[in-house]
């Protein structure tokens, strides 16, 4: 079973700040990782999709990048709506399955 | 617009059933991986189940086999999960959601449907 592992737990920054959040993965996950943002009674959005592909809608300030265990997501300069809790997941093919990381709270 | 809209959640007595629904709209639900995520109260987003589109395919969590349910009604674009033997862990936050171009990831969420696990 594969293992994602996000850290910081918490990050704190201000706004127009950059902030890098990592996801380590148990093993390599090829490029098959994808990132939530989920704000408190709010529904999670996809940011990003197979490492590093910006889901419609998304601003270009997020990016994402790497592959097999090592995963970042950059916020390039924090505006006040991006604080909130990200996680990163998983797709395994067998089990078939989905995990997900244990999530980066984002604070001001 | 893609909606997806959970009902059914409430309040049940541990041991108990319930069952909870999800309509779908605005995308072709016979074309879609259709998948339930849950939340518990301070922790973060576990998948729960998964169902293929012909529901040839069906998964679960670990935590849920055996006593978790999905199905889904094409004809009617409606998602479901049956939920028996219910325990405080299972307690939490339902969400319905929908994969995207791939498998490998979710695209559309629901807003949710609360279940409370107590006596």
């Known amino acids: 079973e594969i293992v994602l592992t996000q850290s910081p737990a918490t990050l704190s920054l201000s706004p127009g700040e950059r902030a890098t959040l990592s996801c380590r993965a148990s093993?390599?996950?090829?490029?098959?990782l994808a990132w939530y943002q989920h704000k408190p009674g709010q529904a999670p959005r996809l940011l990003i999709y197979?490492?590093?592909n910006r889901a419609a809608g998304i601003p270009a300030r997020f990016s994402g990048s790497g592959s097999g265990p090592d995963f970042t997501l950059t916020i390039s300069s924090l505006e006040p709506e991006d604080f909130a809790v990200y996680y990163c997941?998983?797709?395994?093919?067998?089990?078939?399955?989905?995990?997900f990381g244990q999530g980066t709270k984002l604070e001001i | 617009e893609v909606q997806l809209v959970e009902s059914g959640g409430g309040l049940v007595k541990p041991g108990g059933s319930l069952k909870l629904s999800c309509a779908a709209s605005?995308?072709?639900?016979?074309?879609?991986?259709m998948n339930w995520v849950r939340q518990a109260p301070g922790k973060g987003l576990e998948w729960v189940s998964s169902?293929?589109?012909?529901?040839?395919?069906?998964y679960y969590a670990d935590s849920v086999k055996g006593r978790f349910t999905i199905s889904r009604d094409n004809a009617k674009n409606s998602l479901f999960l049956q939920m028996n033997s219910l325990s405080a862990d299972d307690t939490a936050l339902y969400y319905c959601?929908?994969?995207?171009?791939?498998?490998?990831?979710?695209?559309?969420w629901g807003q949710g449907t609360l279940v409370t696990v107590s006596s």
């Open positions: 997941q998983h797709r395994t093919n067998w089990p078939p399955m989905y995990t």
């Open positions: 093993q390599s996950v090829r490029s098959s």
């Open positions: 169902v293929s589109p012909s529901s040839g395919d069906i």
């Open positions: 197979e490492a590093s």
């Open positions: 605005g995308f072709t639900f016979t074309s879609y991986t």
């Open positions: 959601v929908r994969v995207g171009a791939t498998r490998d990831y979710f695209e559309y």
